[in-house]
């Protein structure tokens, strides 16, 4: 008996051995590397971007339009100043093709502005009659050699819009299904798309969806916001089909060939394969310049030949129309076979649209793009966790190739040698002037260079010359205040925002190289704090501050810095952060009219972008690369609107670019303010101010708000000013000292 | 040590129980040296050398910690919080468990009353907290109502008894059940023994009750220590990163260097706070007699 147990124990005891031996194999086996095994076959094959330049004697001409015709090429459309040109694209060459229906149309009263193929191969054309001022779109059937005008009442019916006005009803776009039934989508935004019936021209239906829309040989197909599905919908009205489809909604497009559903978004190019359920896609966004968040699309051409290609027609940032062309190339890597990753805080227009460039002109390299706050939102709480984590991923000798060091601590990282000195690259291009020196001095030490600003922005004030000329200075601000009879004070914005504009000013005064706080200055800027409030009066006070790191997708200062108001006054004076040349119209238009003064303030500037690459990167030579791309005219010269170019040759481009400057119109209160554009003359003045920036504005916003919270206190008449300077001592200190 | 040692592999039946018990212990053993006493060897090595290139420093940033008004600061508050808060938690707690170990009927709900606020979540209580102690607050509105003025409390000097005020509040409960847990332990032929003796209730708690709860009140205290650095999550979820000075306290500075990417100054901050604590739990074990081995 006693043996019996004896055995079974050790049974038991071997069963519990293996089971062990088992669990740590199969964990070894998981942790075992998979590197040497990989195979070296490569997938190969990918769409390739191309922009399709028009021939020589067309590239003056305005794209209009661009479908595939019958013989699944690209057709494309062009205005030029008196006629309409059609041109063929067969993937290697164009062919010019007569268009003669088109231009027996009087272009002098009529705007063209969309061609499009109906699923009854005939052309049609949306055109507006902008003679009489009130925009009647019509709609136009190829005729032969002549355009046939398709009659339909509801287009010559006005009704009333939103402003409470009689007009015509707009045409966003139109379709044509194989019986000539015309469906028209009135609005992007408007939930219906009406059908009309080709002989009688009477609405035979309004369906209630959005854009996308298109249609198939008999069908419409279109976005419902109640189902949040595609809908495929026949000519009485009912559902037939759903797709699962999702994609920011007004800014993609739809097709259907051969009952295949095609869709551009920022995503890409996908397709819903007939009778499938799942989107492909065909065309990778990331890899292409659709991913461009600022491209607005607005025709997508599917050509389905034995090699499928695609055309995308859009508007970019700038409104320039685009045309790219979309290839398979059999020879190239599916997935680029170079991976980098650049990392930011918050997203960077410049290095957004960088990228995207870069990645067309090489494209065996990935860039992976990751910033890691949205929309500059983030508490300080939220702000710490993300610094801590990237540290982390920096500690552990990982992280991004490329750091973008706006509102990281950058000096820390220096200090620490988490970043690589980039001298060899940056030191040639000051030298022969290639990069601003004046601003690229502030990074150059004499033997190393750690990160670079990729813009900068340009705060200035305008108005009363006496206050532009005191501000500056806390001394000559304090003497200002103190004369009774100063007038062309500012517009009050408030105690927390003028606390943290002049905060900023004189940030480099009321911060020590010791890193304390210079005690008698920090009761100058109290003392004029209170002045200027006093001679504002009380309105208004602390009513709409806060501290914000990045507005609208650029770096920005607080608010102190944009006393937007547009305002024509030369008894008041203003702050302007200016991000591009179109920022300084307001400004200059103010000189220019009613001679009011501006300046920089002692040649302060503001960075953005500051680019330093990871010492512990494994692509260093590809990073250098794509920094010294960043830094080269092509997207130096690009407008992002995150300040000016720090290559010299593109802010020459940048400043010379006063023809492209429109004026603009500005709201005041009920008012509509035109402001002309500036002449040449202006804007080489603020281009000779420009060039003489050389001092950074060196702000650090967790200070500001610690200190402004004590300031707010003092000038609410809390504590005394003794008291206000000791409670900001009190908080600077501990944080200064870490 | 070694003839202490030595019983335990004595016999043979010994040995393999002796060998047992450290098989039973491994588990626990892999875990916490894993999170616990590598990272913190870690620590200890990166206290010596530099944050990236590792370069050994000696006590280089020793010296940075020591000369750092941060860390002063810090540690000053930190001090002063463990001084006021674990004595009065302790006091308050004992006074409370023998409140309750002397009444009957009632002793369980009054107990889960106390225990309440522990299962409260950090940010619920954060929520709270700005209901009641915020410049606008419910406590500032009550003060005005009666005729006083109401003041900012979590940025000015209050700060701090409110913080003290959270821990208490939060850490009663659990500690009257560990006091409880040594009351329960006292015979009570002892008490009746003295109460023959003509001893009253006072002389009864003085020559019987803490004698008795010695070995308790060594782990009262160190659970308290350990649970008065938890009071940080309230602290920095209320006030952030930077607080009022009143309660900067040591994880604050840990927590800013490290998002500084200064780890060589966080280890070497960490190192003297363990060192500081290791020394505290050490003199409290001798104090309470905790230290020496029960006989068997």
Not at chain 1, 280 to 303: C, H, K, N, P, Y
Not at chain 1, 306 to 333: M, R
Not at chain 1, 610 to 634: C, H, P, Q, R, T
Not at chain 2, 280 to 295: A, F, H, N, R, Y
């Amino acid at each position: 008996m006693r043996k019996k147990k004896m055995s079974d124990n050790k049974r038991t005891r071997l069963l519990v051995l293996f089971l062990c031996v088992v669990l740590i194999s199969s964990l070894l086996i998981g942790c075992k590397s998979r590197g040497d095994k990989e195979t070296s076959s490569v997938p190969m094959g990918r769409y390739m971007e191309q922009e399709l330049e028009l021939p020589e004697e067309y590239q003056e001409s305005h794209i209009i339009s661009i479908l595939s015709n019958v013989d699944n090429e690209l057709e494309v459309y062009l205005a030029t100043a008196t006629t309409m040109i059609a041109l063929i694209y067969d993937g290697e060459s164009w062919t010019e093709k007569t268009i003669s229906w088109i231009n027996n149309i009087d272009q002098n009263k009529y705007m063209i502005y969309k061609v499009i193929l109906g699923k009854d191969n005939q052309y049609y054309l949306i055109t507006v009659d902008y003679s009489s001022g009130e925009y009647q779109y019509m709609i136009y059937k190829e005729d032969g050699e002549l355009a046939q005008k398709l009659e339909i009442p509801w287009l010559e019916t006005k009704t009333e819009d939103y402003k409470g006005e009689m007009s015509y009803p707009n045409v966003e776009d139109i379709q044509v299904l194989e019986d000539g039934t015309l469906v028209i989508l009135p609005s992007i935004y408007g939930e219906s798309v009406n059908m009309f019936d080709p002989s009688t021209g009477e609405l035979i239906q309004d369906y209630s969806l959005i854009a996308p829309v298109a249609v198939s040989n008999q069908d419409l197909i279109g976005y419902s916001t109640d189902q949040q599905k595609l809908l495929r919908m026949d000519k009485s009205g009912r559902e037939t089909a759903s797709y699962v489809y999702d994609a920011v909604l007004d800014n993609s497009l739809i097709q259907e060939v051969d009952g295949n559903i095609y869709s551009l978004n920022s995503a890409g190019v996908s397709v819903l394969q007939k009778d499938g359920s799942l989107w492909q896609t065909i065309v990778e966004g990331g890899l292409t310049t659709l991913s461009d968040q600022t491209m607005v699309f607005q025709e997508l051409a599917v050509m389905e030949k034995e090699k499928a290609a695609y055309a995308v027609l859009a508007y970019d940032s700038q409104y320039n129309i685009k045309l790219y062309y979309y290839q398979f190339d059999e020879n190239v890597a599916s997935i680029p076979s170079t991976q980098m990753n650049v990392y930011s805080l918050y997203l960077n227009p410049t290095i957004r649209q960088a990228i995207i460039k870069y990645q067309s002109e090489h494209p065996d390299v990935l860039i992976n793009y990751t910033y890691a706050i949205e929309n500059g939102e983030a508490s300080n709480a939220n702000l710490s966790d993300t610094i801590r984590a990237l540290n982390t991923e920096l500690l552990a000798g990982n992280g991004a190739d490329i750091l973008v060091l706006d509102g990281l601590p950058r000096d820390s990282y220096v200090e620490k040698g988490v970043l690589e000195d980039i001298s060899d690259r940056i030191k040639p291009l000051v030298d022969d002037e290639t990069l601003n020196k004046n601003i690229m001095q502030n990074y150059l030490s004499d033997s190393s260079c750690y990160y670079v600003p990729l813009r900068f922005q340009v705060p200035l004030a305008y108005g009363n010359k006496q206050v532009v000329e005191a501000m500056p200075s806390l001394d000559a601000m304090i003497a200002l205040l103190e004369n009774k009879d100063v007038t062309g004070l500012f517009n009050n914005i408030g105690a927390e925002n003028f606390a943290n504009l002049f905060w900023a000013l004189y940030s480099k005064e009321l911060v020590t190289d010791e890193k304390t706080i210079n005690e008698e200055i920090l009761g100058k800027y109290l003392d004029m704090l209170q002045l200027l409030m006093e001679k504002l009066g009380e309105e208004n006070i602390f009513n709409f501050g806060t501290s914000q790191l990045q507005v609208d997708n650029a770096i920005e200062l607080d608010r102190g810095f944009s006393m937007y108001f547009g305002e024509n006054n030369k008894s008041e004076t203003f702050v302007e952060q200016l991000l591009s040349l179109s920022d300084s119209q307001v400004t200059l238009a103010g000189a220019r009219e009613v001679g009011m003064y501006y300046d920089t303030f002692d040649n302060q500037y503001i960075e953005s972008g500051l680019v330093g690459i990871n010492k512990a990167s494994k692509n260093k030579e590809l990073a250098k690369e794509f920094l010294a791309y960043l830094l080269g005219d092509k997207v130096q010269s690009s407008t992002a609107f995150d300040g000016f170019p720090v290559n010299a040759k593109a802010l020459d481009g940048v400043m010379n670019e006063v023809d492209t400057l429109q004026g603009m119109s500005i709201a005041i209160d009920t008012e509509i303010r035109q402001i002309e554009a500036p002449d040449e003359k202006q804007v080489k003045e603020l281009y000779d101010k420009i060039k003489e920036l050389d001092n950074p504005i060196s702000y650090d916003c967790m200070l500001s708000s610690l200190v402004i919270d004590q300031v707010k206190d003092f000038l609410e008449d809390k504590v005394s000013k003794e008291e206000a300077v000791q409670n900001i001592m009190n908080v600077a200190k501990g944080y200064l000292a870490e | 040590m070694k003839m202490g040692m030595s019983k335990y592999f004595k016999t043979k039946r010994a040995r393999k129980e002796t060998i047992l018990g450290f098989v039973f212990l491994l588990p626990s053993f892999l875990g916490v040296s894993i999170f616990v006493l590598i990272p913190f060897i870690d620590a200890v090595r990166r206290s010596f050398s530099e944050t990236m290139t590792r370069r050994f420093v000696g006590l280089e940033n020793y010296r940075l910690v020591f000369a750092n008004e941060a860390f002063k600061l810090a540690a000053k508050n930190t001090g002063k919080f463990l001084l006021i808060c674990i004595p009065l938690l302790l006091l308050l707690s004992l006074f409370f468990s023998v409140l309750l170990f002397s009444i009957g009927g009632l002793q369980n709900v009054i107990k889960t009353t106390f225990l309440i606020p522990m299962v409260i979540p950090a940010a619920s209580i954060v929520l709270l907290w700005r209901v009641f102690f915020d410049e606008y607050g419910m406590l500032n509105k009550i003060i005005v109502h009666f005729g006083g003025s109401g003041t900012d409390w979590m940025n000015s000097s209050k700060a701090f008894y409110i913080l003290v005020f959270t821990y208490i509040w939060k850490n009663i409960g659990y500690d009257i059940i560990l006091w409880l847990a040594g009351l329960n332990g006292i015979s009570q032929s002892v008490y009746e023994a003295a109460s023959v003796d003509g001893a009253g209730t006072f002389t009864k708690f003085i020559y019987i009750t803490l004698p008795n709860l010695m070995s308790t009140l060594f782990i009262v205290t160190v659970l308290s220590l350990i649970n008065s650095f938890k009071v940080f999550r309230e602290a920095y979820l209320i006030a952030g990163d930077y607080p009022h000075e009143s309660i900067y306290m040591l994880q604050h500075v840990f927590n800013n260097w490290f998002t500084n990417l200064d780890i060589q100054k966080m280890c070497a901050g960490a190192v003297l706070v363990a060192i500081t604590l290791l020394t505290v739990i050490i003199g409290i074990q001798k104090l309470t007699g905790s230290d020496k081995e029960e006989v068997l």
